[in-house]
């Protein structure tokens, strides 16, 4: 007989499992756009101008070189410029009309699989996940 393996008090590997499990669903959704669900949010927050790689990076919780890398590939689908700032060690991430297009073609792909979440968890949890999800968050960020 084969046992359930005993749930793990990992807080870390629970949430990155739940991330994996609601990205494979952004994901599948979001593919007739050409995109994944973190392209789509690099893209979501390009709107906002003038962000730069590094308050972008920061902005998505993301390493300044790992952003750098997935920025590569929207700038070369036209969909990101990346542009001299007043300081020459920055670079503003600028989203391009292509861009805009991609994002509205995405937006009601990324709609219906939101309200399926929805629909699967309960609003009010989701709107508890939430709101939990933004104040760990917001613990986590703050200085020691």
Not at 61 to 90: F, K, N, P, Q, Y
Request: glycine content about 6%.
């Amino acid at each position: 007989m084969n046992a359930m393996p005993a749930p793990t008090a990992c807080t870390c590997f629970r949430l990155r499992k739940l991330s994996r499990l609601l990205s494979q669903r952004y994901d599948a959704a979001l593919a007739p756009a050409g995109l994944n669900v973190n392209q789509f949010s690099i893209l979501r927050r390009a709107e906002r101008p003038r962000y730069t790689i590094g308050s972008l990076a920061a902005e998505l919780g993301m390493e300044r070189t790992t952003l750098s890398r997935d920025l590569r590939h929207l700038v070369d689908a036209g969909w990101l410029r990346l542009v001299a700032g007043d300081d020459a060690r920055r670079r503003h991430v600028v989203l391009t009309a292509a861009g805009r297009r991609t994002i509205e073609r995405a937006l009601p792909l990324w709609r219906g699989v939101q309200d399926e979440v929805e629909r699967d968890l309960g609003a009010t949890t989701v709107a508890k996940l939430h709101v939990d999800l933004d104040r760990a968050m917001q613990r986590l960020e703050a200085p020691r």
